[in-house]
């Protein structure tokens, strides 16, 4: 699908995208930085003002967000593999908070988890309504586990001009690596992957 490419019910304002590299946070400087990177689009709220009870035309077709903003974010980095991932949204105040969760479901996720090259992990999300300009911080996660304490992280995202009353923001959130400095423990991505590549035991006895 082409970075543009996105079902044509939602009608866009604005792409947006951004990218933070992190060298050191006071501590030793990283032989290999740490990318975080946000993509997200601008969409028209067809439900701003009123109740309306199915919001299944906002969920049906958001696979194609989902692809479109995990493209944008993987070329953000550069071709860097993706470690973490994370996605969210602001509804304008016109909306709800639950059009921005109708726009991430599991129809969303499936397709932004396999647009930034699979995981295993439910992806972490965070969604509100607010005034334009608001910020919004999406969560990060290992995208193969989410106990790996590592890799807890977030982005912050403001728009100035978005999203207007009657819109909604959707963002999506990529990482190259864990937090810069990590030193708390807990199960490490290499463990997780060890395991992950451990050939599955069946329980299961032939008669």
């Known amino acids: 699908m082409a970075l543009n490419e996105i079902d044509p ?6 792409w947006f995208g951004f990218v933070q590299e992190v060298r050191h946070e006071g501590g030793p400087v990283s032989g290999e930085p740490l990318l975080k990177a946000a993509a997200g689009v601008v969409i028209e709220n067809p439900f701003a003002g ?14 194609s ?35 921005v969760g109708a726009c991430v479901t599991t ?58 009353p009657d819109e909604l923001m959707i963002c999506v959130a990529v990482a190259t690596a864990g937090r810069i400095h990590h030193r708390v423990g807990g199960l490490t991505r290499e463990e997780t992957l060890a395991r992950n590549a451990q050939p599955a035991v069946s329980s299961f006895t032939p008669q």
């Open 9 to 14: 019910s939602y009608r866009v304002r604005e």
């Open 50 to 63: 009123r109740w309306v009870q199915d919001l299944a035309p906002l969920i049906q077709p958001s696979a």
């Open 65 to 99: 967000l989902g692809a479109a903003l995990g493209a944008r974010a993987v070329a953000l980095l550069g071709g860097r593999p993706v470690q973490g991932y994370g996605k969210g949204g602001i509804a304008g105040t016109a909306g709800e908070q639950e059009h």
């Open 107 to 164: 129809i969303f996720g499936d397709a932004f988890r396999a647009a930034v090259g699979g995981g295993m992990a439910w992806i972490s999300s965070a969604t509100k309504t607010a005034a334009a300009g608001t910020a919004l911080d999406i969560p990060l996660a290992f995208k193969d586990e989410i106990y790996v304490r590592s890799h807890y992280d977030a982005i912050t995202v403001s728009i100035p001009d978005a999203p207007r």
